[in-house]
């Protein structure tokens, strides 16, 4: 058992509180999912420039020099931002992958939570509100975001078990309920290239949406190929630089409710977790549809 919330924002000016709206959603769903906490923020991205947000377990010792020892493989491009275990690294696009693939080298204690042009992610273990608290959630700006609280039951509670998942440039997924397929799937997306960090069968997911969307398909398309590839129980909510997509299994038992007005589209695990939303008395709320694609675009939005 597990909790999910996902806000996409139609309304520009509602930007300035997504982190404060998506970290009421995430707190209220604790008590399904109290060993660990995660969510990803997407803004508006500044051309020419992309942001890696990493964490550490040695923050004091990995974080404080980062900039320099990143300068020649950045060219001079980089900035670090410090948020408690994690830093977000912002660098020139063009320098993007190799400041990735030099971080590898720089501290056994570093790992990649996320990359792209627009989204920052942050999770740890502890305690949604704890977690939302340690990262300044609540005064985040940003267009669209998705949370997760996990009750762990296949694997390990770590920073690296918790969700979202992200497996491609500004995309991740947040994932309630098991895959059965899972060993399968990741040995042959190994096969194909992809790095696996974790035995979660979440990060397969999201490493299969990574895969299939580099073929060309866009988000929506991606989440009904799921349909026919991946086995088992799942409610995955997913993010991509400008898309929010949500998709449950053809039995649907893991809960979620949904509500859309003018200025926004939200999911949650349960309704509780709207309930805070701003004219949330006159959404339209639904229950997601078993095997059914529900795919918004900010391109589409604006």
């Not at 009421?24 to 890696?52: E, F, N």
């Not at 063009?94 to 971080?103: E, G, P």
């Not at 979660?200 to 190929?225: C, K, P």
Request: glycine content about 10%; aromatic content about 6%.
């Amino acid at each position: 058992m597990c909790g999910i919330v996902g806000l996409f924002l139609k309304d520009p000016a509602l930007e300035p509180q997504l982190g404060a709206l998506l970290a009421d959603m995430l707190v209220t769903m604790t008590d399904r999912g109290p060993d660990s906490a995660g969510l990803a923020i997407y803004g508006s991205p500044t051309p020419g420039q992309s942001k890696i947000t990493v964490q550490s377990a040695q923050a004091l010792v990995d974080f404080p020099a980062l900039e320099q020892r990143l300068a020649e493989v950045s060219g001079g491009s980089a900035r670090v931002a410090v948020k408690s275990s994690h830093a977000v690294i912002t660098v020139a696009t063009d320098r993007l992958a190799a400041t990735r693939s030099a971080l590898k080298g720089l501290s056994p204690d570093l790992r990649v939570m996320g990359a792209g042009e627009s989204v920052e992610i942050y999770k740890e273990v502890g305690l949604p509100k704890d977690v939302v608290a340690r990262f300044g959630i609540a005064g985040m700006a940003g267009t669209h975001g998705i949370g997760h609280t996990r009750m762990a039951t296949e694997s390990a509670v770590t920073t690296m078990g918790a969700h979202p998942f992200s497996t491609g440039a500004d995309q991740c997924l947040v994932h309630n309920g098991s895959l059965s397929n899972h060993n399968n799937l990741r040995r042959s997306l190994a096969r194909d290239g992809m790095v696996f960090e974790t035995q979660n069968d979440s990060e397969v997911a999201a490493a299969y949406l990574t895969t299939v969307m580099a073929q060309g398909r866009d988000l929506g398309a991606a989440l009904a190929g799921a349909l026919e590839d991946l086995d088992g129980f799942f409610t995955f909510v997913v993010g991509t630089r400008s898309g929010f997509g949500v998709l449950r299994d053809p039995i649907a038992c893991k809960p979620a409710i949904m509500a859309e007005t003018e200025r926004y589209v939200a999911f949650g695990s349960e309704y509780r977790a709207l309930v805070g939303l701003p004219g949330i008395e006159s959404a339209r709320v639904w229950e997601p549809e078993p095997a059914t694609v529900y795919f918004w675009d900010q391109r589409q939005a604006a």
